[in-house]
Each structure stands twice: as structure tokens, then as C-alpha cells.
């Protein structure tokens, strides 16, 4: 191999993202912000960890724009949203000719990251052999194409890494390597919920108000109500409630009556704290049998617009399969789907690897169904529900995972 093979190669866009504004009054915001500071001084990788919608990626661009590499690329990788083989092709790029559709040589994230930072988020969604490719080049820093027949290049990168998952946990089951948990886990910062630091739920929805470009207040009893909800969605709900109840409040003071129902009904008591993964599962199982809901009108958006991953709609789909001992017609009339959306749906569950084996739950034939009877909505997600063209779009892409 020529020493030329290993020359750095030169990111084609040099341009870093705007500064992130981490907006907080709580003192465990205030620990991490401290903890990003002395972090970003050296080059060391990180793993965030959090719940979905905590700000995980807002902590990882404010480690790169504190540190040395600020004028350089700040990449995002989404794992948990491409398949197997796009994920390779993106992080490394590929060759012309390597895969139908390859028409030219394509540089991979990693190349176009150099001397910045590749932020690696959902790494828990990663198969394990894209596991293995990524341990490769955190050891050596090479690059290899799809479809090249040698290292192609050397970069210098930082990797900052996140997820939802507790990758113990997933070592433990064999579904990640313990080796590249040691790797990505030098320094570890956790993201707390937001139910667990009340305290910025304030100043993040003034600050959301600021950001919309709307006129409007929160009263003090819609505030306090804000306070009281739990938050599943964390950040990410807060910010889609706030935008709903200023759009209700048409430019007036927002009250509690323009609340969506959801955080009205769970003003007067909290909820006890319990594991998320559990809750999500918990609550979107209740909405689809009890509340109204249906499989492609409510649920379907939700991980389309990565509300929730492929681990919550397996254990959705484990939930609904104990319920109908393995059968997955059953979940049809279940989950509101049309019987003539059968194939659609296994289609959808193979196509995003949330398949689940039915064997286990096959204990003779399934219980009666009841008939779902309408409640008030389980959350602000409704809004959001795709129309008949998005599904339809959906459906002929459903071989890219989400």
C-alpha cells in the first residue's frame, strides 16, 4: 500500500453548525454544563446517555463548539435510522460500482468529519457488525469504502456517541459488544429527564415562546400545571406543547383550558417514576386498545418522526402478542388495522427489524378482544398523524429503517 493511501483526505464542507443554546436553571444541568467544559478541553470520545428527547445531541454540539475542533464539521449520524448496509455506506462512503444505484465514489460521514466531530446517535440501534467496523476505525482511525479493496484514507475524528438504550444491559444479552462500549464510553454524561429538573421547565418555555416568533404568555396556573406533568417526551413534547397552546391561545394569555388534554388531565397528581421503556410501551398498548387510537393513524407517525424507537414498537408488538398468544392476526382488530393490512404491517415490522417471535406466547388460542372505546387522547401526537400520501410514501420506502 502507498503512503499516499493514507494521506488525510480534506472535508468537502468546513462549515460548523450555530452554537446550541442550552437553555437551564436546575443544578444537575448546571453539573453537566461544568462537566462539558473540562470535556471539551481534549479530545476524549463521550457517551450520552438519556431518554428520547432529553437534548443529547444539544450537549453533544456544545462539546464540539467548546473545543478545539469548533471551526470544524460537526457531523450527526442517525443509527437507529438507516439499515445495516446504508449505515456502512454512509459512515464510509463507497466506491463507484460497489451496489446497484452506485454511480459514483460517495465520502463517508467520517471523511467529510475530519478533524471535527461525527456525533453518533441511537449508537444502541448499531447491528453487530457494524459494531464491529466502527471498532475498526476507533482503533486505527482507517477508512475503507463499500466496495474498495484497501484503506482508503486516514481521518482524525472525534466521536461523540448517544443513546436511549442502557448498553450494559445490552452487552449482557450479547447485543453489543463490550469492547466498543469501552471504547465510546470514556467519559460518560448523563441527560436526566426533564420530570427529574423541574426547574428548567420555566425558562425553557420562555425561551420556546421566544423561538416560535409568536405573541404569548403562560399563566401562572398553566405554568404550574406544566410543572406538575411528567413529561414522557421530555423536551421534545415540552416543546410541541408549547407550540399547540399557543396556536389554542390564537395570540391571547395561554390558560389552562388551552393545555392539550393530556397535560390537563394529569395536572392534579404525578405519576409515580417507573422505567421509560416500560411507560412507553405501557401507554401506547393503553391508547390502541382502550383510548381510540389506531395502529397507522397514531402510533405509525410517532416513529416515523422518531418520537419512538424500534425497541418501543417491539415491545409494543411483545405486548399486543401476550395479549393474543402469538397471534398476529389478532392484532389486527387490537391495534385498529384493516384486515386487508396484514401483509402491510408485517411488511412494516420486517422492514424496521421490530419483528417479534411468536412461539413464545403461543399458549392455545387467543382471548376475546374488546372493542376499544374512545377516551381522551393519550398526548399532543395526534396533531401529527400522516395523511394517506404519507403512508403510501412510507410503504413503497419501507426498506429504509427509521
Known amino acids: 500500500m502507498s503512503s499516499q493511501a493514507l494521506e488525510p483526505v480534506r472535508p468537502l464542507h468546513a462549515v460548523s453548525p450555530p452554537a446550541p443554546v442550552m437553555v437551564s436553571a436546575s443544578q444537575q444541568m448546571a453539573d453537566i454544563l461544568a462537566l462539558v467544559e473540562r ?24 462539546i464540539h463548539m467548546r473545543s478545539a475542533r469548533a471551526t470544524r464539521p460537526f457531523i450527526a449520524v442517525n ?59 476507533l482503533e486505527n ?18 466521536v461523540i456517541a448517544a443513546t436511549n438504550r442502557v448498553l450494559a444491559d445490552m452487552v449482557t444479552n450479547g447485543q453489543f459488544r463490550e469492547d466498543l462500549l469501552y471504547r465510546l464510553r470514556v467519559i460518560h454524561i448523563h441527560v436526566p429527564p426533564l420530570r427529574e429538573r423541574r426547574e428548567d421547565i420555566r425558562p425553557l418555555v420562555k ?6 416568533g409568536r405573541e404569548g404568555e403562560f399563566s401562572e396556573a398553566a405554568l ?28 391571547s394569555r395561554v390558560e389552562v383550558a388551552h393545555l392539550p388534554p393530556a397535560v390537563q388531565a394529569a395536572g392534579d397528581a404525578l405519576v409515580p417514576m417507573r422505567e421509560r421503556r416500560r411507560q412507553v410501551s405501557d401507554e401506547l398498548y393503553t391508547a390502541l386498545v382502550s383510548g381510540g387510537y389506531s395502529f397507522w393513524e397514531h402510533i405509525h407517525p410517532l416513529f416515523l418522526a422518531r418520537d419512538i424507537t424500534r425497541y418501543d414498537m417491539r415491545c409494543l408488538v411483545r405486548k399486543g402478542l401476550s395479549t393474543t398468544r402469538g397471534n398476529y392476526r389478532s392484532l389486527l382488530r387490537l391495534f385498529g388495522i384493516a384486515t386487508q393490512d396484514y401483509k402491510r404491517f408485517l411488511n412494516f415490522l420486517a422492514a424496521h427489524d421490530c419483528t417479534v417471535d411468536f412461539r413464545e406466547f403461543r399458549q392455545g388460542s387467543p382471548p376475546p378482544l374488546r372493542s376499544p372505546r374512545l377516551l381522551p387522547p393519550l398526548g399532543e401526537h395526534t396533531a401529527g398523524s ?12 419501507a426498506a429504509r429503517a427509521v
Not at 141 to 158: C, N
Not at 232 to 242: A, D, I, M, S, T
Not at 386 to 397: C, F, L, V, Y
Open 141 to 158: 482511525g482507517e477508512v475503507q469504502s463499500v466496495g474498495a479493496d484497501h484503506v482508503q484514507t486516514k481521518v482524525d475524528v472525534r
Open 39 to 62: 470535556v471539551a478541553a481534549r479530545d476524549t470520545k463521550v457517551l450520552v446517555t438519556g431518554e428520547s428527547g432529553v437534548g443529547k445531541d444539544l450537549v453533544a454540539r456544545e
Open 207 to 212: 425561551f420556546l415562546v421566544s423561538k416560535s
Open 79 to 137: 443509527c437507529a435510522g438507516l439499515t445495516e448496509t446504508l449505515l456502512e455506506s454512509e459512515l464510509f462512503g463507497h466506491v463507484k460500482g460497489s451496489f446497484t444505484g452506485a454511480y459514483r465514489d460517495k465520502p463517508g460521514k467520517l471523511q467529510l468529519a475530519h478533524r471535527g466531530t461525527l456525533f453518533l446517535d441511537e449508537v444502541g440501534e448499531m447491528s453487530l457488525r457494524m459494531q464491529a467496523l466502527l471498532l475498526r476505525f
Open 224 to 251: 404550574k400545571m406544566l410543572e406538575r406533568y411528567r413529561w414522557p417526551g421530555n423536551v421534545r413534547e415540552l416543546q410541541n406543547v408549547v407550540e399547540q397552546s399557543l396556536w389554542m391561545s390564537n395570540g
Open 386 to 397: 400522516a395523511d394517506g400520501g404519507e403512508r403510501k410514501a412510507t410503504e413503497h420506502g
